[in-house]
Each structure stands twice: as C-alpha cells, then as structure tokens.
C-alpha cells in the first residue's frame, strides 16, 4: 500500500478545520497552554491511525478520537460529530489509497469553504455576544445574578457546559 502521506496529511488537516466541536475546544484551549501543539500532535498521530490500524473502522476510529478528545483536550462531544468524522476520514482515506483523485475532490467539495468556515465562526462569537434570542448561550435569569461559578447544564438547549473540573462538554443542539 503506497499512501501520499502528504495528500493523507491536508486531507485530515481540512477535515479537522471543519469540525465545528473540535474547533471550539482549539479556540478555548482546552488542552491547556498546549493546546497549538497538541493540534499539531494530533493531526500527526490521526493520521499514523489510519495508516497503521489495518480494517480500521468507523466505531473504532471514533472511539479513539473520542478517548484523545476526552484524554488531552478535557473535551466530551455528545453530538454524534466524533462518528460523523470518523466515517468521513475514513472515506477520504480510501480514495486516498486507491489514488482515486476524483473521489477525493468530490468528498471535499462536502467539506464547508475557508470563507463559510470564518463567516461561521464570526456568526457564531456575534451569537454569543449579542443575540439574546440564542437559547443555546442564552443565561436563565436566576443565575444572571451570581458569581461566575462552575457552568451546569440547567436546559437541554445548551450547547457548550464546562464543569467546576474545566471538562467541556459539546451536546447536539435541540
């Protein structure tokens, strides 16, 4: 099996970029002062994954992102997005290794664009500073008047909870 290690390499970086939930936690730096490097560390050991684990599956790839979110970033997703991107990597990596660049283009064009990706960003910082009809960010009243004090989640609405311990935790909007 001869893999492009290069191609294997911008192909889980851009996949990466667009996850929404992994993002958050690189923006929040919940992997500590070292949060760059950590990115950086893994995207290299994401793709060492994939091409060592023969018969790699869907399953087996989220469960691995999900422990090194949960070990190095204090990050836990509970919206499905672990798998999500685990099948799409996985997808991309056998185009990959079947040289199929036409594949690979078409599975990418699925991926939003570095212009919807910022504007997405920007929307969603706006969101949280301005929109108070943002249930998702949105503080109950009772609590508008406390000490910042260790995030619970009170509604189901709520997208982003960091506990008293600095876990994040990502849930599916409702």
Not at 53 to 72: F, M, V
Not at 85 to 93: K, M, Q, S, V
């Amino acid at each position: 099996m001869n893999i492009n290690m290069e191609i294997l390499r911008n192909f889980t970086a851009r996949t990466l970029k667009s996850w929404s939930g992994y993002q958050l936690a690189l923006d929040n730096s919940c992997g500590g002062d070292e949060t760059r490097e950590k990115d950086k560390w893994f995207l290299d050991v994401l793709c060492e994954q994939m091409t060592t684990s023969r018969g790699l599956k869907a399953e087996d790839l989220e469960e691995w992102l999900t422990n090194i979110l949960y070990h190095d970033f204090d990050l836990i997703l509970e919206d499905d997005s672990s798998y999500q991107i685990a099948f799409f990597l996985l997808e991309g990596f056998g185009y990959i290794k079947n040289q199929n660049e036409a594949g690979l283009q078409q599975l990418l064009s699925k991926l939003p664009s570095d212009e919807e990706l910022a504007q997405a960003k920007r929307e969603s910082v706006r969101g949280a500073e301005n929109d108070e009809d943002d249930e998702d960010m949105e503080i109950p009243e009772e609590e508008e008047e406390e000490e910042q004090g260790p995030s619970e989640p009170r509604e189901p609405q709520r997208q982003v909870v960091v506990d008293e311990d600095g876990w994040t935790t990502i849930t599916k909007r409702q």
